[in-house]
């Protein structure tokens, strides 16, 4: 009989995608389930991009591009990067690949050994701490509160290091929170790292879905050399509402990029042919569609808070950017509803999907017990109907 290797069986399945799993199931019984559990923008993706992956294919650019991306997509990111950013980097410094989860586990393998350790502030993102694991290495989880706004201080930061360490993971927008670092509490960090030599893995996907005065920082450009040690994470699943399109992107240093490439063309090979044309037009087109879909996503925002907060037991996160409410669920333990009083935030969510066909994802699988997780990228009609449910389920 075959044995599953250990790195195998220690490998838990994506939290969020087992939620979609199980609400999916409960739909085939013809159950009316609210899914809250993926986060992915219900924005089409625009039709420019789409006509620009249909004007590949019919000029026959349906094959192997090389391992790392296509010259022209790379250079549409550098391009990207200097507008917005003012960062100034070549195509040789960026890999593309078949999404941002992807590109972090590139960047992971490329950099880590047995033994290495890897800051992580918690909430995170539930394949950040696999990823690490599957490398090796060891996640060094730093936890955050509510009350702290979930951001990592810099005295916690400093705290964490040790003699292994060897990369810090920042995620801002971060999923499940919301949460943003101001760039002065970045500028901090990027001394603290400068000064203990270590490297960032800065995860920016969310970067342009930022609400009220927040504003996004990409980490790289906060002070000279920095991006020698900063690898930059983005893609165009979230901003562009391309999630099935698989693409995502690394920067940094020339040297650890050619070696993810290598990696890449051994374990992949290229990202889609179709997906990067349609990923370049993204990037070079007209960005005029971003703002309405963030204004929207801000008004949803608000009402999910709002929602949240008027459920007594319930106690929500103000998210200042991404598309997620993550709120303390730790309120309702105890309490008699339909299908019997639950005692952790598993309970928490399981009796929401089975008793109120309302489906979100258990804050444990984030490392934050006690928390639940709503992704509102879902129409407003939806997300009324989810809290009244909720409400309805929890009444006294």
């Not at 918690?122 to 989880?141: E, F, I, N, R």
């Not at 930059?232 to 690394?250: D, E, P």
């Not at 979100?360 to 709503?374: K, M, N, Q, S, Y």
């Not at 109907?385 to 409400?391: I, K």
């Amino acid at each position: 009989m075959l044995e599953i290797s250990k790195m195998a069986a220690g490998v838990e399945p994506s939290a969020t995608l087992a939620a979609a799993a199980r609400a999916r199931q409960l739909k085939a019984e013809g159950k009316d389930v609210l899914d809250f559990s993926v986060g992915e923008p219900d924005f089409p993706t625009p039709a420019f991009i789409c006509d620009a992956a249909k004007k590949a294919m019919d000029q026959g650019k349906t094959r192997y591009t090389p391992a790392s991306g296509t010259v022209e997509l790379r250079n549409a990111i550098v391009q990207w990067y200097a507008k917005e950013y003012g960062y100034a980097f070549t195509a040789e410094q960026v890999i593309v690949s078949n999404g941002a989860k992807h590109s972090i586990h590139n960047t992971l393998a490329a950099l880590l050994n047995p033994g290495d350790e890897v800051i992580i502030p918690t909430p995170y993102w539930v394949s950040y701490g696999d990823l690490v694991k599957m490398c090796g290495a060891k996640p060094v989880l730093v936890e955050t509160t509510l009350e702290s706004g979930f951001r990592m201080s810099p005295a916690q930061l400093e705290s964490a290091i040790s003699p292994r360490t060897k990369l810090l993971l920042l995620n801002s927008p971060s999923n499940p929170t919301g949460a943003i670092y101001p760039r002065k509490e970045l500028e901090v960090f990027a001394e603290i790292v400068t000064a203990k030599g270590i490297g960032v893995i800065s995860d920016e996907i969310y970067e342009k879905l930022i609400y009220g005065n927040a504003a996004a920082t990409c980490f790289a450009t906060l002070k000279p050399g920095l991006a020698e040690r900063t690898i930059t994470i983005s893609g165009v699943s979230k901003t562009y509402a391309m999630t099935g399109w698989r693409i995502g992107w690394a920067i940094g240093p020339k040297k650890l990029i050619q070696a993810m490439g290598n990696i890449q063309s051994q374990e992949t090979s290229s990202p889609c042919s179709i997906s990067q044309e349609a990923a370049r037009a993204a990037l070079s087109g007209d960005q005029g569609f971003i703002e309405p879909m963030r204004q929207e996503f801000q008004a949803r925002r608000d009402l999910v808070y709002a929602g949240l907060s008027k459920i007594p037991g319930l106690r929500p996160f103000f998210p200042d950017g991404a598309f997620y409410a993550f709120f303390d669920v730790s309120g309702t333990y105890g309490r008699e509803v339909a299908g019997g009083a639950f005692h952790d935030d598993v309970g928490f969510c399981r009796g929401a999907l089975d008793q109120a066909l309302v489906n979100l994802v258990p804050g444990v699988a984030f490392g934050a017990p006690g928390f639940a997780r709503l992704s509102f990228a879902t129409s407003r009609q939806q997300i009324e109907a989810g809290l009244a449910r909720l409400a309805n389920w929890l009444r006294v």
